[in-house]
């Protein structure tokens, strides 16, 4: 008791003396005293070196998060999280690292090599010291070079606040506002850290977004924030996340994206999640709540989402778009596989508002062995929003008898012009299909793996093409030890 | 509590005494149970998941609530869309059934058809009743039914002609219906439901029907609710099909000013077959809510349900649907259609259809579509020489058409063409 004293103490006195020192001063303690309390948040922005606006909107957020309540009405249980007892902030660590491949678990190769991930990632993602091999500072100047050139701001977050903060302060909380909804409201009160991104007017951002992050991410933490701003004409693709399983040991992930896509602009975010499942005993495993928003703001822009959700035991997962500007798109593609334990709850909402906005959603869910699988989704059409175009499918593939699918689609028009189409189809994958391929020598497995993928295709082709290949590959990973 | 809820409560307590074979200390004990769990949960409000696009407790809270008095002299009936059709005839007024304006003779033997009272005293009719109930709101019908029919038929017998029901609200006022129905191992029947009302009559009708089919039973209803728009109409229909069984329910929404329609059906035997379909034609300010939930809780058994709506000024129309498949209900085919058409700006539609799946080997599918009437198709017809009124028409029928193609008896399909010819005239549909 006494060291958390302490602790609070002197974050008491940094906050009143962080203007005294600047904004680099460093905290000896790495981790905020377990449990969550103002102290935490104020800790959390010290330690980030925010400034006192920041501190307060966090703070605010947090003194609502005490009102609320948790959301149950997802088709996913989960014992009571007690959020009393977690560390809402620690230093990234530092793994102690490995001399070379040989000593990394070869079990993480394996599905590595089955990715096909090119042996230098492979080791920077195991944790293995590559400096030697491969010189990633540079490569990550070349990338900053090349943006800068264009203009494009692409940071960590807490840098943002710092360098950008009128860009920071007009678009942050305008997406999903720091009281949304019980999760968001956390991240808002407590997020460590995450990307900021930028594109000016007209600029079409030189390179996939992913390519830069997926070899300088460091780990963000369980509260993630993102923040992407296309101003008028400009065009980005970002991807999130990673094929390779990402052993991680925070249970809870709440995080929150949003995205903001000014006239004409063009939005193109891909998801590949393949967080820790749970074992196969449903032991374990992350639960990702994570609130994820487009705004189509200005008339003619487009916001797509992409996602190919295969990891966490518990997911609870909307990406929406707000159909704002007249003329604007909104796109959802989804793969949600479920294995063993897992739980998904995910889905979309298309809000249509503007004159002429159109909205497409494809998703596809595949169940497997204990798991539950929802799709949940909305499409709304408000009273002023004149030809508003909607197409809707989503389809269920089970297999095993002990797994289970769901559909809940919610369709809502206010206005005759509208034309909303949905459809969905559940069934367990075709014997005769399987039957064939086996029957050409396939093993069964593999077998599921094609016909799983075919299923998928829709979606899978939407994906960045280097991602493509290895989603692929990660969804027939997904379901190994499903048949047979 | 809300005053509305307060008021059944009040009614209750004043009432319960003289309600139907209260002298039952079974059923005595069961509406005491169904009274406390109404009083405890109150009306149902938006915030409840099953009701989130009909506000029951918010719309009642202006309704008048009071019982509806016994009318019991001279009755002006209106004529129904199938007076054509040859049937025994049961009349209801108020919610009271009039054995003097209705006819059942010549009914085959094996075919008991009684009022309520008498119904609440046979054996087969406490199963139905005790058997928990799906939707919360039935626990109201299930404390204050005051009447109603009860149908029996035993086993083989076929009910030859079809039985006409009119549900008559004469009056203002609340009354609580209550029908049981049990047909036994290879039974049939065929009913035919009307709802009217009269014209200034704000009536709160709340119908409640158990049905229970035995092996190899087949009933078919086909329920028109054209009521007048002051009036409230609440239905939850709740049936339990076994082995082989075959289920038939069609409703045509035309009336009320909120109506909210719920069918429950579970399948307790294999090879069983479920058919939930409907039209709904709505104008002015009606609010018509659909709601369809089918229990696949065994294997091989097959449902669809088809809905088209047609929505006009600035009327609003709910579906609600889900396709519930319980875990071994394999080789289940779950079928769910929903169309809606807008023709007004005014005009709103909330869809909701569902799938919850927990066996792999099934066909279940869904789908469900909102717009207004084609552009092209009325281009088409206009270039033709057809008057934009007629080609609409023709097009709403069209649309209204695929509903009643689902209706197996021809002569009932013909009365249902009639009732959205009827709606046209009434200026439903117009440009």
Same mark, same amino acid.
């Given at each position: ?102 000593? /990394? ?33 540079? /490569? ?115 995080? /929150? ?228 | ?45 938006? %915030? ?92 109201? !019908? ?12 035993? +086993? ?42 009269? +014209? ?67 399948? +307790? ?7 939930? !379909? ?60 929903? !169309? ?9 539609? !909330? ?65 249902? %063409? ?14």
């Amino acid at each position: 008791m006494t060291a958390v004293r302490e602790t609070v103490d002197t974050v008491d006195q940094l906050a009143g003396e962080k203007y005294k020192y600047g904004f680099t001063t460093d905290i000896e303690s790495e981790r905020a005293p377990i449990g969550l309390s103002e102290d935490t948040i104020r800790f959390i922005s010290a330690k980030k070196n925010e400034p006192q606006w920041m501190l307060d909107w966090r703070l605010q957020a947090y003194r609502r998060w005490l009102q609320m309540e948790e959301p149950k009405w997802a088709k996913v249980s989960y014992p009571p999280i007690d959020f009393q007892n977690a560390y809402y902030y620690s230093a990234p660590k530092q793994n102690a690292k490995l001399a070379s491949l040989d000593e /990394v678990d070869p079990k993480l190769l394996e599905t590595y090599k089955k990715l096909g991930i090119p042996l230098v990632e492979q080791q920077l993602l195991a944790g293995v010291a590559v400096d030697a091999v491969f010189d990633s500072v540079s /490569v990550v100047t070349t990338f900053k070079t090349k943006l800068a050139e264009v203009g494009v701001i692409f940071c960590p977050f807490s840098e943002a606040v710092r360098e950008h903060p009128e860009l920071v302060k007009k678009y942050l909380g305008s997406v999903v506002p720091e009281s949304d909804n019980y999760y968001a409201t956390l991240n808002s009160a407590v997020f460590s850290d995450g990307s900021f991104v930028y594109i000016p007017p007209g600029v079409r951002c030189p390179m996939e977004l992913s390519t830069y992050f997926r070899i300088n991410e460091k780990q963000t933490g369980q509260f993630e924030r993102t923040l992407i701003v296309a101003d008028k004409g400009s065009y980005v693709s970002y991807l999130e996340g990673c094929t390779a399983p990402q052993r991680d040991e925070n249970q809870l992930h709440a995080a /929150v994206v949003e995205l903001v896509a000014l006239d004409d602009a063009e939005i193109k975010y891909s998801t590949v999640q393949n967080w820790f499942p749970g074992d196969e005993d449903g032991k374990g495993g992350i639960y990702n709540f994570v609130t994820k928003r487009g705004d189509c703001r200005g008339p003619r822009s487009k916001i797509s989402w992409t996602q190919v959700e295969t990891g966490s035991a518990v997911t609870w997962k909307y990406p929406s778009c707000i159909l704002r500007g007249d003329g604007s798109r909104g796109e959802f593609y989804s793969i949600a596989i479920s294995n063993h334990f897992q739980q998904v709850d995910s889905g979309t909402k298309m809000i249509h508002l503007g004159r002429d906005t159109s909205s497409r959603i494809v998703s596809k869910g595949i169940a497997a062995g204990r798991s539950s699988n929802t799709y949940r989704g909305l499409v709304s059409v408000h009273k002023k929003a004149e030809n508003v175009r909607n197409f809707t499918q989503c389809d269920s593939l089970l297999i095993g008898p002990r797994c289970s699918a769901h559909t809940v689609p919610y369709i809502e028009a206010k206005n005759p012009t509208a034309i909303l189409e949905h459809e969905a189809t559940t069934s367990k994958i075709s014997e005769e299909q399987l039957f064939y391929c086996m029957q050409r020598g396939l093993p069964a497995e593999e077998a599921v793996a094609l016909i799983v993928n075919g299923f998928c295709r829709d979606v899978l082709q939407q994906l960045p093409m280097e991602f493509a290949v290895e989603a692929q590959k990660l969804v027939s990973i997904s379901l190994e030890g499903s048949v047979g | 509590m809300t005053d509305a809820a307060t008021k059944f409560i009040e009614t209750y307590e004043r009432e319960r005494n003289s309600l139907p074979a209260a002298d039952l200390p079974w059923l005595d004990a069961r509406r005491d149970e169904a009274m406390k769990s109404f009083a405890e949960a109150g009306l149902p409000h938006r %915030r409840l998941e099953d009701w989130r696009y009909t506000d029951l407790r918010q719309l009642l809270s202006k309704a008048s609530l009071a019982p509806a008095p016994a009318h019991e002299g001279v009755v002006l009936l209106p004529t129904t869309a199938f007076d054509a059709i040859d049937g025994h005839r049961l009349v209801f007024v108020n919610g009271r059934f009039r054995a003097d304006l209705s006819n059942l003779g010549g009914l085959p033997s094996g075919v008991t058809l009684v009022p309520l009272a008498e119904a609440l005293r046979a054996p087969w009719a406490r199963p139905l009743l005790e058997a928990p109930q799906a939707s919360g709101i039935v626990a109201l !019908n299930t404390a204050m039914m005051g009447d109603g029919l009860g149908l029996h038929v035993a +086993a083989g017998v076929r009910l030859g002609k079809p039985l006409h029901i009119l549900h008559f609200a004469a009056d203002a006022g609340a009354f609580h219906v209550r029908n049981l129905i049990r047909l036994e191992e290879g039974a049939e029947a065929t009913i035919f439901e009307t709802h009217a009302g009269a +014209a200034a009559a704000s009536s709160f009708a709340d119908h409640a029907a158990d049905v229970s089919l035995a092996e190899g039973a087949r009933l078919a209803i086909v329920k028109v609710q054209d009521e007048a728009p002051s009036a409230i109409h609440l239905a939850t229909l709740t049936a339990r099909l076994d082995a082989r069984s075959h289920f038939a329910h069609f409703t045509m929404t035309l009336g009320a000013g909120l109506s909210r329609n719920q069918s429950f059906v579970t399948f +307790a035997g294999e090879g069983a077959e479920a058919h939930v !379909n409907g039209a709904v034609a709505l104008r002015g300010k009606q609010h018509g809510d659909h709601f369809v939930v089918i229990d696949h809780a065994v294997p091989h058994c097959a449902s669809a349900t088809l809905f088209k709506t047609v929505l006009d000024d600035s009327s609003t129309g709910v579906f609600q649907g889900r396709v519930l498949v319980r875990p071994d209900a394999q080789k289940t085919d779950g079928r769910q259609m929903t !169309n809606a058409l807008l023709l007004s700006r005014d005009a709103a539609m !909330n869809a909701k259809p569902e799938l919850e799946i927990y066996a792999d080997d099934v066909q279940c599918a869904h789908g469900s579509t909102i717009g207004e009437l084609s552009r092209e198709a009325l281009f088409y017809l206009r270039s033709r020489g057809i008057d934009e009124e007629t080609a609409r028409q023709l097009l709403i029928s069209a649309f209204l058409d695929a509903a009643f193609e689902t209706v197996a008896n021809e002569e009932a399909r013909e009365a249902l %063409r009639g009732l959205a010819a009827n709606w046209f005239r009434l200026g439903g549909g117009a440009a």
